[in-house]
């Protein structure tokens, strides 16, 4: 079935570095591409989103870009700070319904970010 | 607003047990999907609920089902419980009217399964 491919699964960086998490998603028509985080305990919560009609997308520290020829779309942290640290999700609107257009958010797997202080 | 709530928080059922869990969205939000949240496999998309029709569904088996009142609050419920349901059940739920294209799923604060 159609899916969302997430990588890597952790990744630790220094405080200040930048960190970069890619996902690659296999349903050409998926219009919607969002990334939630989600600290320890907590529930996720969207930090940055994107459609498919643009190519990228900022918001202070954080950035969104898209490639849909590839099928993939990527999320950018700059000056990353210890409290970043959390599990990163993307997710895509996936079709479910067959001719009926119907679209499901589908998610990939997480990326547990770790930032060093 | 209120955000998403679901009751209850926390669970302890045996196997072979059924279990139901409750979601109330946003106010205005009628769509409401459910995810399946483990430490191996993410989150997995259960199914999606709109105007008291599931609209769409994930690749899990008959014992999990679900439906949605006319105030929008839905219940999902799982039968002949195995030890593989232990996981952190999360509703979500957002305004999308037409299921073709999506806004922003607020997530509640999931209700954690555990099957002894």
Same mark, same amino acid.
């Given at each position: 079935?159609?899916?969302?491919?997430?990588?890597?699964?952790?990744?630790?960086?220094?405080?200040?570095?930048?960190?970069?998490? +890619?996902?690659?998603?296999?349903?050409?028509?998926?219009?919607?591409?969002?990334?939630? +985080?989600? &600290?320890?305990? +907590?529930?996720?919560?969207?930090?940055?989103?994107?459609?498919?009609?643009?190519? &990228?997308? +900022?918001?202070?520290?954080?950035?969104?870009?898209?490639?849909?020829?590839?099928?993939?779309?990527?999320?950018?942290?700059? &000056?990353?700070?210890? &409290?970043?640290?959390?599990?990163?999700?993307?997710?895509?609107?996936?079709?479910?319904?067959?001719?009926?257009?119907?679209?499901?958010?589908?998610?990939?797997?997480?990326?547990?970010?770790?930032?060093?202080? | 607003?209120?955000?998403?709530? !679901?009751?209850?928080?926390?669970?302890?059922?045996? $196997? #072979?047990?059924?279990?139901?869990? *409750?979601? *109330?969205?946003?106010?205005?939000? $009628?769509?409401?999907?459910?995810? !399946?949240?483990?430490? #191996?496999?993410?989150?997995?998309?259960? %199914?999606?609920? %709109? /105007?008291?029709?599931? $609209?769409?569904? #994930? =690749? %899990?088996?008959?014992?999990? /089902?679900?439906?949605? %009142?006319?105030? /929008? $609050?839905? @219940?999902?419920?799982? /039968?002949?419980?195995?030890?593989?349901? *232990?996981?952190?059940?999360?509703?979500?739920? =957002?305004?999308?009217? *037409?299921?073709?294209?999506? =806004? @922003? !799923?607020?997530?509640?604060?999931?209700?954690?399964?555990?099957?002894?």
């Amino acid at each position: 079935g159609e899916n969302v491919e997430q990588h890597p699964s952790t990744l630790s960086v220094q405080e200040g570095d930048s960190a970069v998490i +890619k996902c690659t998603y296999s349903d050409s028509a998926s219009n919607y591409f969002p990334w939630y +985080k989600q &600290e320890l305990g +907590k529930r996720p919560q969207l930090i940055i989103d994107i459609r498919s009609n643009v190519g &990228e997308k +900022k918001d202070q520290r954080i950035a969104v870009t898209l490639n849909k020829t590839a099928k993939h779309f990527s999320l950018h942290i700059t &000056e990353t700070q210890p &409290e970043d640290s959390a599990v990163y999700f993307c997710a895509a609107s996936i079709g479910v319904g067959g001719l009926t257009g119907r679209r499901a958010l589908t998610f990939g797997s997480g990326t547990r970010l770790q930032v060093q202080p | 607003k209120a955000g998403v709530t !679901q009751t209850p928080r926390y669970l302890i059922k045996t $196997r #072979g047990q059924q279990v139901t869990l *409750s979601c *109330s969205p946003i106010s205005g939000h $009628r769509s409401v999907s459910w995810y !399946q949240q483990t430490p #191996g496999q993410g989150l997995q998309f259960l %199914f999606e609920y %709109f /105007s008291e029709t599931q $609209r769409n569904k #994930g =690749n %899990f088996p008959g014992r999990f /089902s679900g439906r949605q %009142f006319s105030n /929008s $609050r839905s @219940e999902m419920n799982v /039968s002949t419980l195995e030890l593989g349901d *232990s996981a952190l059940y999360l509703c979500a739920s =957002n305004m999308s009217p *037409s299921g073709t294209s999506y =806004n @922003e !799923q607020f997530f509640g604060p999931g209700t954690r399964l555990t099957v002894l």
